[in-house]
């Protein structure tokens, strides 16, 4: 009975080992994600916007961050280096991008350091003209790139998509679920031991 006792302790301490690991583990694997973007994924625009940008539920940091705006024929329209204003990364156009489908490939470090990625596209009904994008004021250029909840006059947006964002597997919950189990293994193995140990006593006696 006290061996019985003494196993069932054991394994009620690894059950909360266990507990207390995959608690501990849940919040890290828990990354930033990209809220919204501009233009909205699948939005149409009428011309190619000055900028995009990406908006995450936290402020990502300013490390390593990549945004590519590729057109239809893979050519890249990204100008210079990602600006990053508190949660919101942005990227300026060069001048000149043609109209068609655009696609929109990010890459940030979060606010936690684990690098996070997703991608967007919008369609622009024409293209943009240097002189034109040279000569465009803040309103006009707001006015050509619909952020979320509002559209184009005389344009029907596609239906809105989710930001797409990958994160890291979490591995760190696999390896403690590991351990917690390589625990009661051993435990099992050292009790089943000691029963037989107690057992061989008991018939020599």
């Keep these: 009975m006290r061996l019985i006792r003494q196993l069932r302790g054991a394994l009620l301490g690894a059950a909360l080992l266990s507990a207390a690991l995959l608690g501990a583990a849940a919040p890290a694997s828990a990354h930033d994600a ?26 990502p940091l300013a490390i390593g ?24 990364a942005s990227e300026r156009l060069r001048p000149g991008a043609p109209a068609g489908l655009f696609t929109v490939a990010w890459r940030v470090a ?3 350091g684990h690098p996070i990625e997703g991608s967007f596209t919008f369609t622009a009904t ?19 790139v619909p952020t979320m909840g509002t559209a184009q006059p005389g344009i029907t947006p596609s239906p809105e998509q989710p930001a797409s964002s990958a994160e890291p597997f979490p591995w760190s919950i ?11 293994v051993v435990l099992g193995l050292m009790a ?8 061989g006593s008991d018939t020599k006696s």
Aim: hydrophobic fraction near 45%; charged fraction near 15%.
């Design 110 to 112: 979060s606010s936690d």
């Design 65 to 88: 961050a990549q945004i590519a705006v590729t057109d239809a024929a893979g050519a890249n329209w990204a100008d210079g280096p990602v600006e990053i204003v508190d949660n919101v």
């Design 174 to 184: 696999v390896i403690f679920v590991g351990t917690a189990i390589g625990i009661l």
């Design 34 to 59: 990209a809220e919204s973007t501009s233009p909205v994924s699948g939005a149409v625009v009428a011309t190619p916007p000055e900028t995009v940008s990406i908006t995450f539920n936290k402020n």
């Design 126 to 144: 024409a293209a943009a003209t240097a002189a034109a994008t040279a000569g465009a004021t803040g309103s006009t250029a707001a006015a050509a």
């Design 192 to 199: 089943k031991s000691r029963l037989k140990s107690d057992s």
